[in-house]
Every structure is written in structure tokens, then in C-alpha cells.
């Protein structure tokens, strides 16, 4: 896709005072892509979205929407949308006048925005709900209207500000799927902003983690979850274990350590170059380690040893072992294997664990923190 | 085991009775202030007021019931016009309030945060803490011809000669608007506060101009206040007597003024009260008409303040 991206931001800053939102943030999102902007609370993502909404002026850097500059436009004039994280429709209008809204603003005449906002709430699948006053919709619903309000003026990216924060899980799960479906029918640019891993892996083709003001990594859903780049990255997506460990010996990208706790473990340098000394952070997903009752069955691993169980968390296909392992101490979260084979697993056994070199990855810490 | 069953229905059932028999107690005790409040200060003396105003005067201690009290105010051009200018006077100072208030408390309720918000607040209620006569004379001070007004443009240069700023339309309004900004202002806030900004920005965003969120988003979102703001703004403005009388002057033909001479100069009880009836005729109508205009009703915007 050599086309100009729908949506660039170069080198964007915003300081509020002394506190630095964002800090020189770059991306660009292709046409039709849909891009996902995941981090924790405070991390500056709601900044970096009202920037580009234009609710927001940027301290420094650029903002592009297909190629112009959007800086100096007014919000009113800018062709992006945004559904708002408690989607504001608009309490004293009906559906229709809801949806129809935008259109007014541009001056589309009567029976044209009638027939228009007809024709997206078709597509969202609310056809013929136009007369009746919002409150009468369920959550799910709500959410359809917020999206058709927007679509119907054809934005060139539509910004998209946690809307399923305030439905309920099984609504949510729901709304994922059929978020995901609404953004390829469209085939409009798609700008999500959420704090919440499982949306933003399900339903995007592009993700940036963002954490204190910057983008941490940016790269797809399997990039981002098999090969993390940062140490925080590791840690905000997807479980893991996490250890801190001193660097032994460096071979290539075989890195050989001991835990604080003394277990030794060999992992892959994740890309940092890490030096022999090194106190480092190490991650290995829950679902990488295998378990056995016999030793010889694990032992060939690389890494693992024998641990206690502490403790099951029983939740179904999402079960998890909490093992205490014996040597060292230190406390392992395991995956419930579903195979029914340690059904009858019980606290106070003792069971055999280990994972590969390969699933574990070592970055260095930041500032000698340990712990998250 | 049935009749223990029954027994024990008895029981609950008896039990039930009685917490509702104190529950009643404890509402009417809970009422009776304000029962009491109604029934002797609203309700009795407006219905001996009405009989009052029935009351025709044949001869001396002579009474007969009939409408002719009324009849007067019609024959008599001077009632009516008085009656109609300030009927046409309050709606005009509630508008004005209404203008005025309106950015006041837009500019309270969604551009302060905060601090600066129980300041301009309490800014407002600053005028509420002296009586209203003395508020009054405060702009008789700057109004009159030997005033603040009239020096300082003398001063300018502007004016020649000293410039006599009370006793008219103008000042009478005025006042009106001054005394009642308050009552405007509380309601209005109270609904701004609760429009969510980002219905605001929402409208921003879909294209709108400032103009077009202000009329299909604010104004629609505002209107309960605004309706209870006007009712209780244009109510006060009706039946006001101290500001139209002190600013207005001898000229200020305001409707309560006629009420107060026919009372305390002229000993007419029976035409005061039908005066007094027909402004309370008055102002229920334009109430209602207001009311029917906005679409609005009584509950919801006496609810919403």
C-alpha cells in the first residue's frame, strides 16, 4: 500500500503544565486498517484522541488526516468522528434526529437525510427504530446508534474512545465480534482506544501499547503477544511470570541467569543486547510451561523443576495453578492443562513443571525495579 | 401445623398494620407545618379576600353581592392600562433576566471548575444579603440627578448640565432585572451542571456550529430551568412593589401600587381584592401560556429546581 495513510501523527506532544502527556508520538494507520491504541489509565491515549478529534491542541508535531494538515481545523470541520466512551447521544432527539444530526449541520435536505439515515441504521441493523426516543434501546443498540451516527457522514477515521467500557461482559464479548464485522463492512479507518488487552487483540490489525506518554511497541495482535519488545509490553499484554534474574553468561541470544531467588533459567534476549551482569526481567506466559508427574517428561526442557500446589483457581477452560516451587521458593502461575489428565489435582501436591528456552524472554529492567 | 400457619399470618399481618398506622402518623406530623402554612396563610385569607371582593357597598354597612368591583377595573382605562403595562413590564424583565442570566450561569456551570465556582456563586447571592430596600436605594444613589452617574459624566464632559436617571421605564427595569437575577441564575446552573460535556463536544464533533449546539443541544437541554426561572422571576417582577414605587416614582403606574392605595389610601377593601384577584388571574394565565409555548409542565420544571 503505497497510498497516503488515512491518519498521521509526527512527532505529536501535549503538555498539560509541567506534566507531559504525550511525548513525540509518530504513527501512521493505512486506509481501512483498524488500529488500536491500548495502554493503562493515565497513560496519555484519551489525550492522543482528543488531539487527533481536534478537542485537544498538540504542544508540538504534526497531524495529518489523508495527507493535509489538520492543525488549524476546528473540530466542527475535521473529517473524523468519534463515539464517546459513554457515546453521548443526544437525550432530547429521537434515533433518527440522533443519526440525522451531522447531516443537518451540513445542510442535506429533509427527504435525503431521511433516506440517508435510514439506510445506515439498516446497516447497523436497526432498521425502522427511527421515530423512537433513545432511552427506548438496549445497551448493544445504544452503541449501534453512536457508530451509524458517525458513519453516516463518511469520515475519513473514526475515533473510537473505550465505547464498550460500559456494557456488561457478556454484552461486551458480543460487541467485539460485531464492532470488528461493522468496521470491515464499512471499510473505514478505525482508531480504537481501550485499556482493556482482550478488545484490542481480538478485534485490531495494527495495535501500539502506549505507557507514560509513548508508544512502546506497535505491531499486531501475535507480534505484540509472542514477540514483546519492551519489559512492559510483556507484562500489560497477556499474562505472565515475571522474575527478576542476574545475567550469568551471553551466548548469541541465549542468555543464561539466576533468579533473585536463586533458580538458575535460560531464556532469549529479547532484542535489548543484554551484557553478562545485567539484572534483568524475565517472562514466560502461564500457558508456556507444561506440567507432569514425571520428571523425565519435563526435565529435557531447559528450564523447570518440582513445585508444590499452592493453590487452584478453578475458572473454567481459564484454569490456573499456583505453585510454589520447591527449591527456590518462588511462585509459579501455570495454565490448567484441559486434558482432564490433572483433573484430580489437588493443593499440597507436588507435580513437575518446565518450559522452553525459547518461550522465556529476558529484558533488562528498568532502574533495577522489580515487581509490577 | 395449619392453625400455627394461621397464627402466624395473624401475627405478620397485625404487624404490618401497625407499622403502617405510624408510617401515616409520621406523615401527617411530618406535613402538618406545612398544611397549617397553606390552609391559614394561603387559603383563608384568599378566600375571605374573594368574598370581600363580591361585596358591592349600596349605603352605610350596606352590602350587596355582585360583580361590580370587577366592573370598575374594566370602565376605568387607567386600571386596565396600569394592569396591562405591568403585565408587559414583567415579561419584559423576565426576558431581560433571562438574556443576562442565561451566560452567567453557563459561564458558573460549565467553563469554572472548582473554587472559582462557589465564588461566582456566591457572588451572586452577595446582593441577597441586604434587604431589598436597601438595594434599591443603592441605585437611587447612582441614578438620581445629583448621583454617581450624573456626576461622573458631568465630569466627561458629556453632558452639560446634571441628568435625572430615575423615575422612569428604564430604571424601574432595571431594578427588576437586578433583584431577580438570582432566581434565574440558581435554576439555570443547576440544569447546565448536569448537561454532560460531552454532548457538547459530540455536537462539535458531528459539524455543528456553536450556534446550532446552543439552540438543538443546550437550549433544549436547559429548557425546565429556564421555564422555572421565568415563573418564579416573572412572578416576583408581577407582583414587586418597593422597586417599581422607589425607582418608578409617582409615574411608575405599577399594579400593586394601584392594590396598596385602594387598601391603605382610599379604605376600598372590596375594589383592592378584586384588584388583587384579578393580578393573581393574571399572572396564572401567563404562566400557563408559558407553559403550553415550551412544551413544558409544572412538575417537571418545579421538579428540575
Redesign the interface.
Known sequence: MSQIPDLECRAISKNFDDFKAVKEVSFSVPQGTFFSILGPSGCGKTTLLRMI???QKPTSGDLLIKGNSVLEV????RP???V???L?L????NIGANVG??LR??GVNKTDIKQQVERVLERVGLGGVADRPVASLSGGQKQRVAIA??MV?EPDVLLLDEPLGALDLKLREHMKIELKQLQSEFNTTFVYITHDQSEALVMSDQIAVMNHGVFEQLGTAKELYYEPSTAFVAGFVGEANRFAATVESVNGTDVQMITDQGKALRGVDAGQGVQRGDTVDVFVRPEAVRLSRDAAQTGQLGNGGAGKVENILFNGANSQLILRDQTSDAQMNIAMPQTGEFRDLARGDVVTYGWEPQQTRVYRSAGGQHGL | MAGNLSKRGYTAARGGSMVSDKSKLTFWLLMAPLLIWLVTLIILPHVGMFLVSLREKVGVREYETSFANYQVFFNEPLYWNTFARTAYMSVTATALTLLIGFPIAYYIAKLTRGRTKTTLFLMCLIPFWVSELVRTFGWMILLRETGVFSNVLQYLGLVSGPVEMLYNDAAIMTGLVYTSMLFMVVPLVTTLDSL?D??I?????????SF?ILR??VI??AMPGIVSGCIVVFMLSLGNYLTPILLGGKDSLWFTGLIYSQFITRFNWELGSAFGFLLLGLSSLIVFVGLKLSGQSLTKTMGQA
Open positions: 478529534a481536534g478537542f476546528p473540530p466542527n470541520k473524523v468522528s468519534m464517546f466512551q459513554h453521548a443526544f437525550p432530547m432527539m444530526f451531522g449541520q451540513r451516527r458517525c457522514l | 454532560d460531552s454532548l463536544e459530540a455536537g462539535y464533533d458531528l459539524g455543528a456550529s446550532a438543538e443541544i433544549p437541554h
